[in-house]
């Protein structure tokens, strides 16, 4: 299996614009986790899915903030309209079931200016 | 919410030396894991230790968790320049999420 892969690697983007991060899986792992890093914050939790349905998003900042998985294999992340201080690293990471253990993608850079 | 935070949040030593780093948690824990991020890359993980374990060694890790303190700590032995990265803990609060704390950065000179 190639890893949890996401897409894209680094996206600019202007204020306001809406911007959508993709997740593919490993295949057969049960959770899918967002998380976003900052300097300021270090990694945060933003949603979780089991199975494909979300679980709590009580990370997720703001409304502009939304996620999807419509199935075992892609989710997600989308910011409508997106601010600077969304600027971030976002990454997606899953695992399988009855383990703890997560399995991270390389990332997305988002830069809103 | 953060739930593990690390200690120090900077280290650096000499290739050779040891590095220890600690991480301190909140509420009870089935397991604790270490990560390690390079630069601009995502976490891997390092290990994972129990509730009902107090070490656990791997390769040159060795980690300790001590519950009744709610800590852990991550010791590298023999450091290697390829060390340089940052070290996450992560707890799971009793359910599978991990969560994870600031993180250690460590740099080994060569």
């Given amino acids: 299996d190639a890893g949890v892969i996401q897409s894209p690697r680094h996206e600019v983007t202007e204020m306001g614009q809406e911007v959508t991060l993709r997740c593919k899986p490993i295949s057969g792992h049960d959770y899918l986790f967002w998380y976003r890093q900052t300097m300021m914050r270090g990694l945060e939790l933003l949603i979780y899915f089991n199975n494909n349905v979300p679980i709590d998003d009580s990370g997720m900042p703001e409304d502009r903030f939304s996620a999807k998985m419509p199935n075992a294999s892609f989710s997600t992340l989308k910011i409508q309209p997106s601010e600077p201080r969304d600027s971030a690293v976002y990454f997606c990471a899953t695992s399988p079931a009855g383990s703890t253990e997560a399995f991270f993608g390389q990332g997305t850079r988002l830069t809103v200016v | ?110």
């Fill in chain 2, 1 to 110: 919410s953060q739930q593990g935070e690390e200690d120090p949040q900077a280290l650096s030593i000499q290739e050779g030396e040891n590095a220890t780093m600690n991480c301190s948690y909140k509420t009870s824990i089935n397991n604790l894991q270490w990560y390690r991020q390079n630069s601009g890359r995502g976490l891997v993980h390092l290990i994972l230790i129990r509730s009902n374990e107090r070490e656990k060694h791997s390769g040159r890790l060795r980690v300790t968790l001590d519950t009744s303190k709610k800590s852990s700590s991550l010791l590298i032995t023999a450091s290697r320049a390829a060390d340089t990265a940052s070290y996450f803990c992560a707890t799971d609060e009793g359910s599978y999420i991990p969560t994870f704390g600031r993180g250690t950065s460590l740099i080994v000179h060569p």
